[in-house]
């Protein structure tokens, strides 16, 4: 079974600095994605960025970046120049692409606050 | 792009009675539908995987005569929570895959249900 780790409850950075969520995930698949979603106090869940396993390069979205190391099976993200909006919580996701039924694993999340 | 409404946002019904939640894909046929139950600052809890015109899968855990899930059609599934309790209350979303695959993975905007 697929298995997400977010070790980190909560943290806090300034407004404008630079922020990096931890995340690091087990499989025995090779074919897989891996997500970042954010769910501010709204609650309406968004993609931030997703990361295709078979691809070495790593994803980058404007202000936002992973740093995917595929065999420490870690898979960080980068919040640069943090805004006030970025505050919310932020899940790491794996999906296998197997499978009729392959569903999200998430990890426990972690709360950013951006403070001004 | 991919748009998933849910409804209600928000709901209080009275212990014993049953509720009725609709997730609807606006702009794209869901082959599958995800139903996730969350407790406040916790992860996404995976209730139960519906494939439209089959029975739901449930996750281990799941009652499936409280949740009863209907996916009726390649843009309508609904949860039903069936003689609700005060311990059901919980916030409660959807997700939709569409036919194209990963990429299809859309949240709905969640529901709060209240039993008193």
């Known amino acids: 079974a697929q298995t997400v780790t977010q070790s980190q409850p909560e943290m806090s950075v300034q407004e404008a600095e630079t922020v990096t969520l931890s995340c690091t995930y087990d499989t025995s698949e090779s074919n897989y994605y891996l997500f970042w979603y954010k769910q501010p106090p709204s609650r309406q869940m968004i993609l931030v960025i997703r990361q295709e396993a078979y691809k070495q390069q790593n994803a980058t979205e404007n202000r936002f970046s992973v740093n995917f190391q595929k065999a420490a099976k870690s898979f960080s993200l980068k919040i640069s120049d943090s805004q006030l909006g970025d505050t919310a919580m932020y899940f790491c996701a794996f999906i296998q692409l197997t499978g009729a039924n392959s569903k999200l694993t998430f990890g426990k999340g972690i709360t950013l606050s951006v403070r001004p | 792009g991919a748009v998933v409404s849910q409804h209600p946002s928000r709901v209080i019904c009275k212990s014993g009675t049953s509720v009725k939640i609709e997730c609807r894909s606006l702009d794209f046929q869901a082959t599958t539908m995800f139903w996730y139950r969350q407790f406040p600052k916790q992860s996404l809890m995976l209730m139960a995987t519906?494939?439209?015109?089959?029975?739901?899968?449930?996750e281990q855990g799941v009652e499936k005569d409280k949740f009863l899930i209907n996916h009726a059609s390649l843009t309508l599934s609904t949860l039903t929570v069936t003689s609700a309790h005060p311990e059901d209350s919980s916030f409660y979303i959807c997700?939709?895959?569409?036919?194209?695959?990963?990429?299809?993975?859309?949240f709905g905007s969640g529901t709060r249900l209240t039993v008193v």
């Open positions: 997700s939709a895959r569409n036919a194209g695959g990963v990429y299809g993975y859309t």
């Open positions: 519906s494939n439209e015109g089959s029975k739901a899968t449930y």
